[in-house]
């Protein structure tokens, strides 16, 4: 079956500090990958998506590129910031549905 | 984006009793609507999706007769944990389907703690 597999946390960054949460999946057909940031006491927010491969996503400085080669999907942010602190879910979905299969979420923490 | 209203955010309940968690989309309508659950740093799990106007489909693995779900509007979705036990305390998320169809948004979320 499907699945996402992404970097255990939490992590602990300064500010300004480079991020990278990897994140690979597993899939019988070429699913979308998605990027989902949950803030503290808010629910899940889209952060970003790729639907085909090579394709790249981008939102509010954060970056993640969809490599079918490596069945891969890494988050990356050149200078993170404190507000940026929140739990991030990678996750796929087949077939166009809205159906979501995600990882276990990792938890970012950046200090001033 | 759609706003995606969940309530209540934390219940605690007791052992044997049955406790009803809403999915409200406030500002579109949704035909479907997808109910997970999260066990403590495991992922978010499928439990069921739900149509609006006929009966939801479950995951493999998810009592039907236990986690009861209503789709009775298309702006209101709800999943009963029936017969509660402390095994099912958990953090039960909502997403509806937004109206253009190519995103899901999200509930914040309830903490459901069994006693």
């Known amino acids: 079956g499907n699945s996402v597999t992404q970097m255990e946390g939490p992590v602990t960054l300064s500010e300004e500090a480079f991020l990278t949460i990897n994140c690979t999946y597993t899939?019988?057909?070429?699913?979308?990958l998605f990027w989902y940031v949950q803030y503290p006491g808010e629910g899940l927010q889209l952060l970003l998506k790729?639907?085909?491969?090579?394709d790249k996503g981008s939102n509010k400085g954060f970056e993640a590129t969809y490599r079918k080669e490596t069945t891969s999907f890494h988050l990356e942010k050149g200078s993170v910031q404190v507000s940026d602190s929140a739990v991030y879910f990678c996750?796929?979905?087949?077939?166009?549905?809205?159906?979501?299969?995600f990882g276990k979420g990792t938890k970012l923490t950046v200090n001033p | 984006g759609a706003v995606v209203s969940q309530h209540p955010s934390r219940v605690i309940c007791k052992s044997g009793t049955s406790v009803k968690i809403e999915c409200r989309s406030l500002?579109?309508?949704?035909?479907?609507m997808f109910w997970y659950r999260q066990f403590p740093k495991q992922s978010l799990m499928l439990m069921a999706t739900?149509?609006?106007?006929?009966?939801?489909?479950?995951e493999q693995g998810v009592e039907k007769d236990k986690f009861l779900i209503n789709h009775a509007s298309l702006t209101l979705s709800t999943l009963t944990v029936t017969s509660a036990h402390p095994e099912d305390s958990s953090f039960y998320i909502c997403?509806?389907?937004?109206?253009?169809?190519?995103?899901?948004?999200f509930g914040q979320g309830t903490r459901l703690t069994v006693v």
């Open positions: 739900s149509n609006e106007g006929s009966k939801a489909t479950y």
């Open positions: 899939a019988t057909g070429y699913p979308s």
């Open positions: 996750a796929l979905s087949e077939g166009g549905s809205e159906k979501l299969v």
């Open positions: 997403s509806a389907v937004g109206p253009m169809n190519t995103e899901a948004f």
């Open positions: 500002d579109f309508q949704a035909t479907t």
């Open positions: 790729a639907t085909k491969a090579d």
